[in-house]
């Protein structure tokens, strides 16, 4: 059992690209989240989705999209990446309790 | 708007001491709330959780936490401290609607 995998595990990227995080879960889980991880700021929601086919914001969703065609994916994409995005990126999913943790993608927006 | 708040930044402590985390929240009702560790460069592992019933809760690693009511908080305590957990710890509150929100992180360092 895998339990969450993210995509890249690391990325350099210039600024104004477009940029999509992957994360996948084989836990069945209804619940997904995009989390941000930034020094001094701790862990900050960006997005989440309750539900396949549903999305909300969370405390700083501003330049970044999400999308859940399905239970098992949930990805997220910067359409036109800035060096403020610089940051880890944590995906997250819960059966209504825990959270679990994917390892993170680290990302640089030059 | 619900808020967590970990007032200790770093909190350096020597091997084989006790170990407090202070977590208040600001919320309307009695939410989840969570610990969760984060060693440097890894991702996140839960250490415990609260949903209800007996306010002392027991969780991985020697870990134990404290809900109270009357304070909003949900501090974390380890007896003796042993050098791997030399870590970041992070407190999560889960309220209605699955709204999540986690303090700020306390860094732990420990000294030989």
């Known amino acids: 059992i895998a339990g969450i995998t993210q995509a890249p595990t690391s990325q350099i990227l210039a600024a104004g690209r477009r940029m999509t995080l992957r994360c996948t879960q084989d836990m069945r889980h209804n619940a997904m989240y995009w989390y941000r991880q930034d020094l001094g700021l701790g862990l900050r929601l960006i997005h989440y989705?309750?539900?396949?086919?549903?999305?909300g914001k969370g405390e700083v969703p501003d330049g970044y999209s999400v999308s859940r065609a399905n239970t098992d994916d949930f990805p997220l994409t910067l359409a036109s990446a800035v060096p403020s995005q610089t940051s880890v990126y944590f995906c997250?999913?819960?059966?209504?309790?825990?959270?679990?943790f994917g390892p993170g993608t680290r990302l640089t927006v030059l | 708007a619900q808020s967590v708040t970990q007032p200790d930044i770093h909190i350096t402590v020597s091997e084989g001491a006790s170990l407090e985390l202070r977590c208040n929240y600001s919320?309307?009702?009695?939410?989840?709330l969570f610990w969760y560790v984060q060693s440097p460069g890894q991702g996140l592992q839960l250490l415990l959780k609260y949903f209800s019933g007996d306010t002392l809760v027991q969780g991985i690693k020697g870990f134990e936490a404290e809900f109270k009511r009357s304070q909003s908080s949900f501090n974390l305590r380890k007896p003796s401290v042993h050098w791997s957990d030399a870590a970041e710890y992070f407190c999560?509150?889960?309220?209605?609607?699955?709204?999540?929100?986690f303090g700020g992180g306390t860094r732990v360092l420990v000294k030989p």
């Open positions: 919320y309307g009702a009695t939410p989840y």
């Open positions: 989705s309750n539900t396949a086919g549903t999305t």
């Open positions: 997250a999913s819960s059966d209504g309790g825990e959270q679990f």
């Open positions: 999560l509150i889960k309220a209605a609607g699955n709204k999540l929100t």
